[in-house]
């Protein structure tokens, strides 16, 4: 089993930068897909950005493209989003999810076995 907790969350002004963490317990999470996904009120979990293994391919939604990167530090067994320029659309719960199938695909919610319980980011304008 691994256990996953974002934090980094809060409320934030346009234009700024936010990195949130995703601490990972139970298992060494380096061979493991890891992935941001957000939802905001009223809309479905979408899809943020992805890291193969360490050091492996990273992915991303078009929204996200530029301005967030997804990283990783094995010896923390931690995951990263580093954004910049955020944007009142960003506003949402960002989870952190974890999937054991390093060769499949990334995109898609159902795809992860694990997840954590989310951190919100509320970008004001």
């Known amino acids: 089993q691994v256990q996953l907790v974002e934090s980094g969350g809060g409320l934030v002004q346009a234009g700024v930068s936010l990195r949130l963490s995703c601490a990972a317990s139970?298992?060494?999470?380096?061979?493991?897909?890891m992935a941001w996904f957000r939802q905001a009120p009223g809309k479905e979990r979408e899809f943020v950005a992805a890291?193969?293994?360490?050091?492996?391919?990273?992915y991303y939604a078009d929204s996200t493209k530029g301005r967030f990167t997804i990283s990783r530090d094995n010896a923390k067994n931690t995951v990263y989003l580093q954004m910049n320029s955020l944007k009142v659309e960003d506003t949402a719960v960002y989870y952190c999810?974890?999937?054991?199938?390093?060769?499949?695909?990334?995109?898609?919610?159902?795809?992860?076995?694990?997840w954590g319980q989310g951190t919100q980011v509320t970008v004001s304008s």
């Open positions: 999810a974890a999937s054991a199938q390093r060769y499949s695909g990334v995109y898609g919610a159902y795809r992860y076995e694990y």
């Open positions: 890291s193969r293994w360490n050091l492996g391919p990273t």
């Open positions: 139970g298992r060494t999470v380096s061979g493991y897909v």
